[in-house]
């Protein structure tokens, strides 16, 4: 069960990450867009977008592993901590997916 959460959490990290490039990739005329995770905002201004992008996938990868292998915390810990990342990544999703939606983008990256 701990894995399929993780599975399920990561593809909601690359989901966020995808629609984030959307979101950021190219001013989009009549919209100010910022990231408002202030660590992404970080990464992307040290190493570019893709590049914190990246970063911040493989770091979320690495986080679940941890969190899933770790012998420090049961499973009722793993399972809250993993939903809560779910739920957080989510929010962002839906969030980039209306922005995207109302800038007139494409959720494909089709210009």
Not at 50 to 75: C, E, I, K, N, R
Request: hydrophobic share 60%; glycine share 10%.
């Amino acid at each position: 069960m701990l894995h399929l959460l993780a599975l399920v959490a990561m593809l909601f990290a690359i989901a966020d990450h995808w629609t984030t490039y959307l979101c950021l990739r190219a001013p989009v005329a009549g919209w100010d867009v910022l990231e408002a995770n202030p660590w992404a905002a970080w990464l992307f201004e040290h190493f570019g977008l893709v590049g914190g992008l990246l970063l911040d996938t493989g770091v979320t990868f690495l986080a679940l592993v941890v969190v899933v292998q770790t012998p420090l915390f049961g499973s009722l810990s793993k399972t809250a901590v993993l939903g809560l990342l779910i739920a957080t990544a989510g929010y962002a999703v839906q969030n980039n997916i209306e922005a995207v939606l109302r800038m007139g983008l494409s959720l494909t990256g089709a210009r």
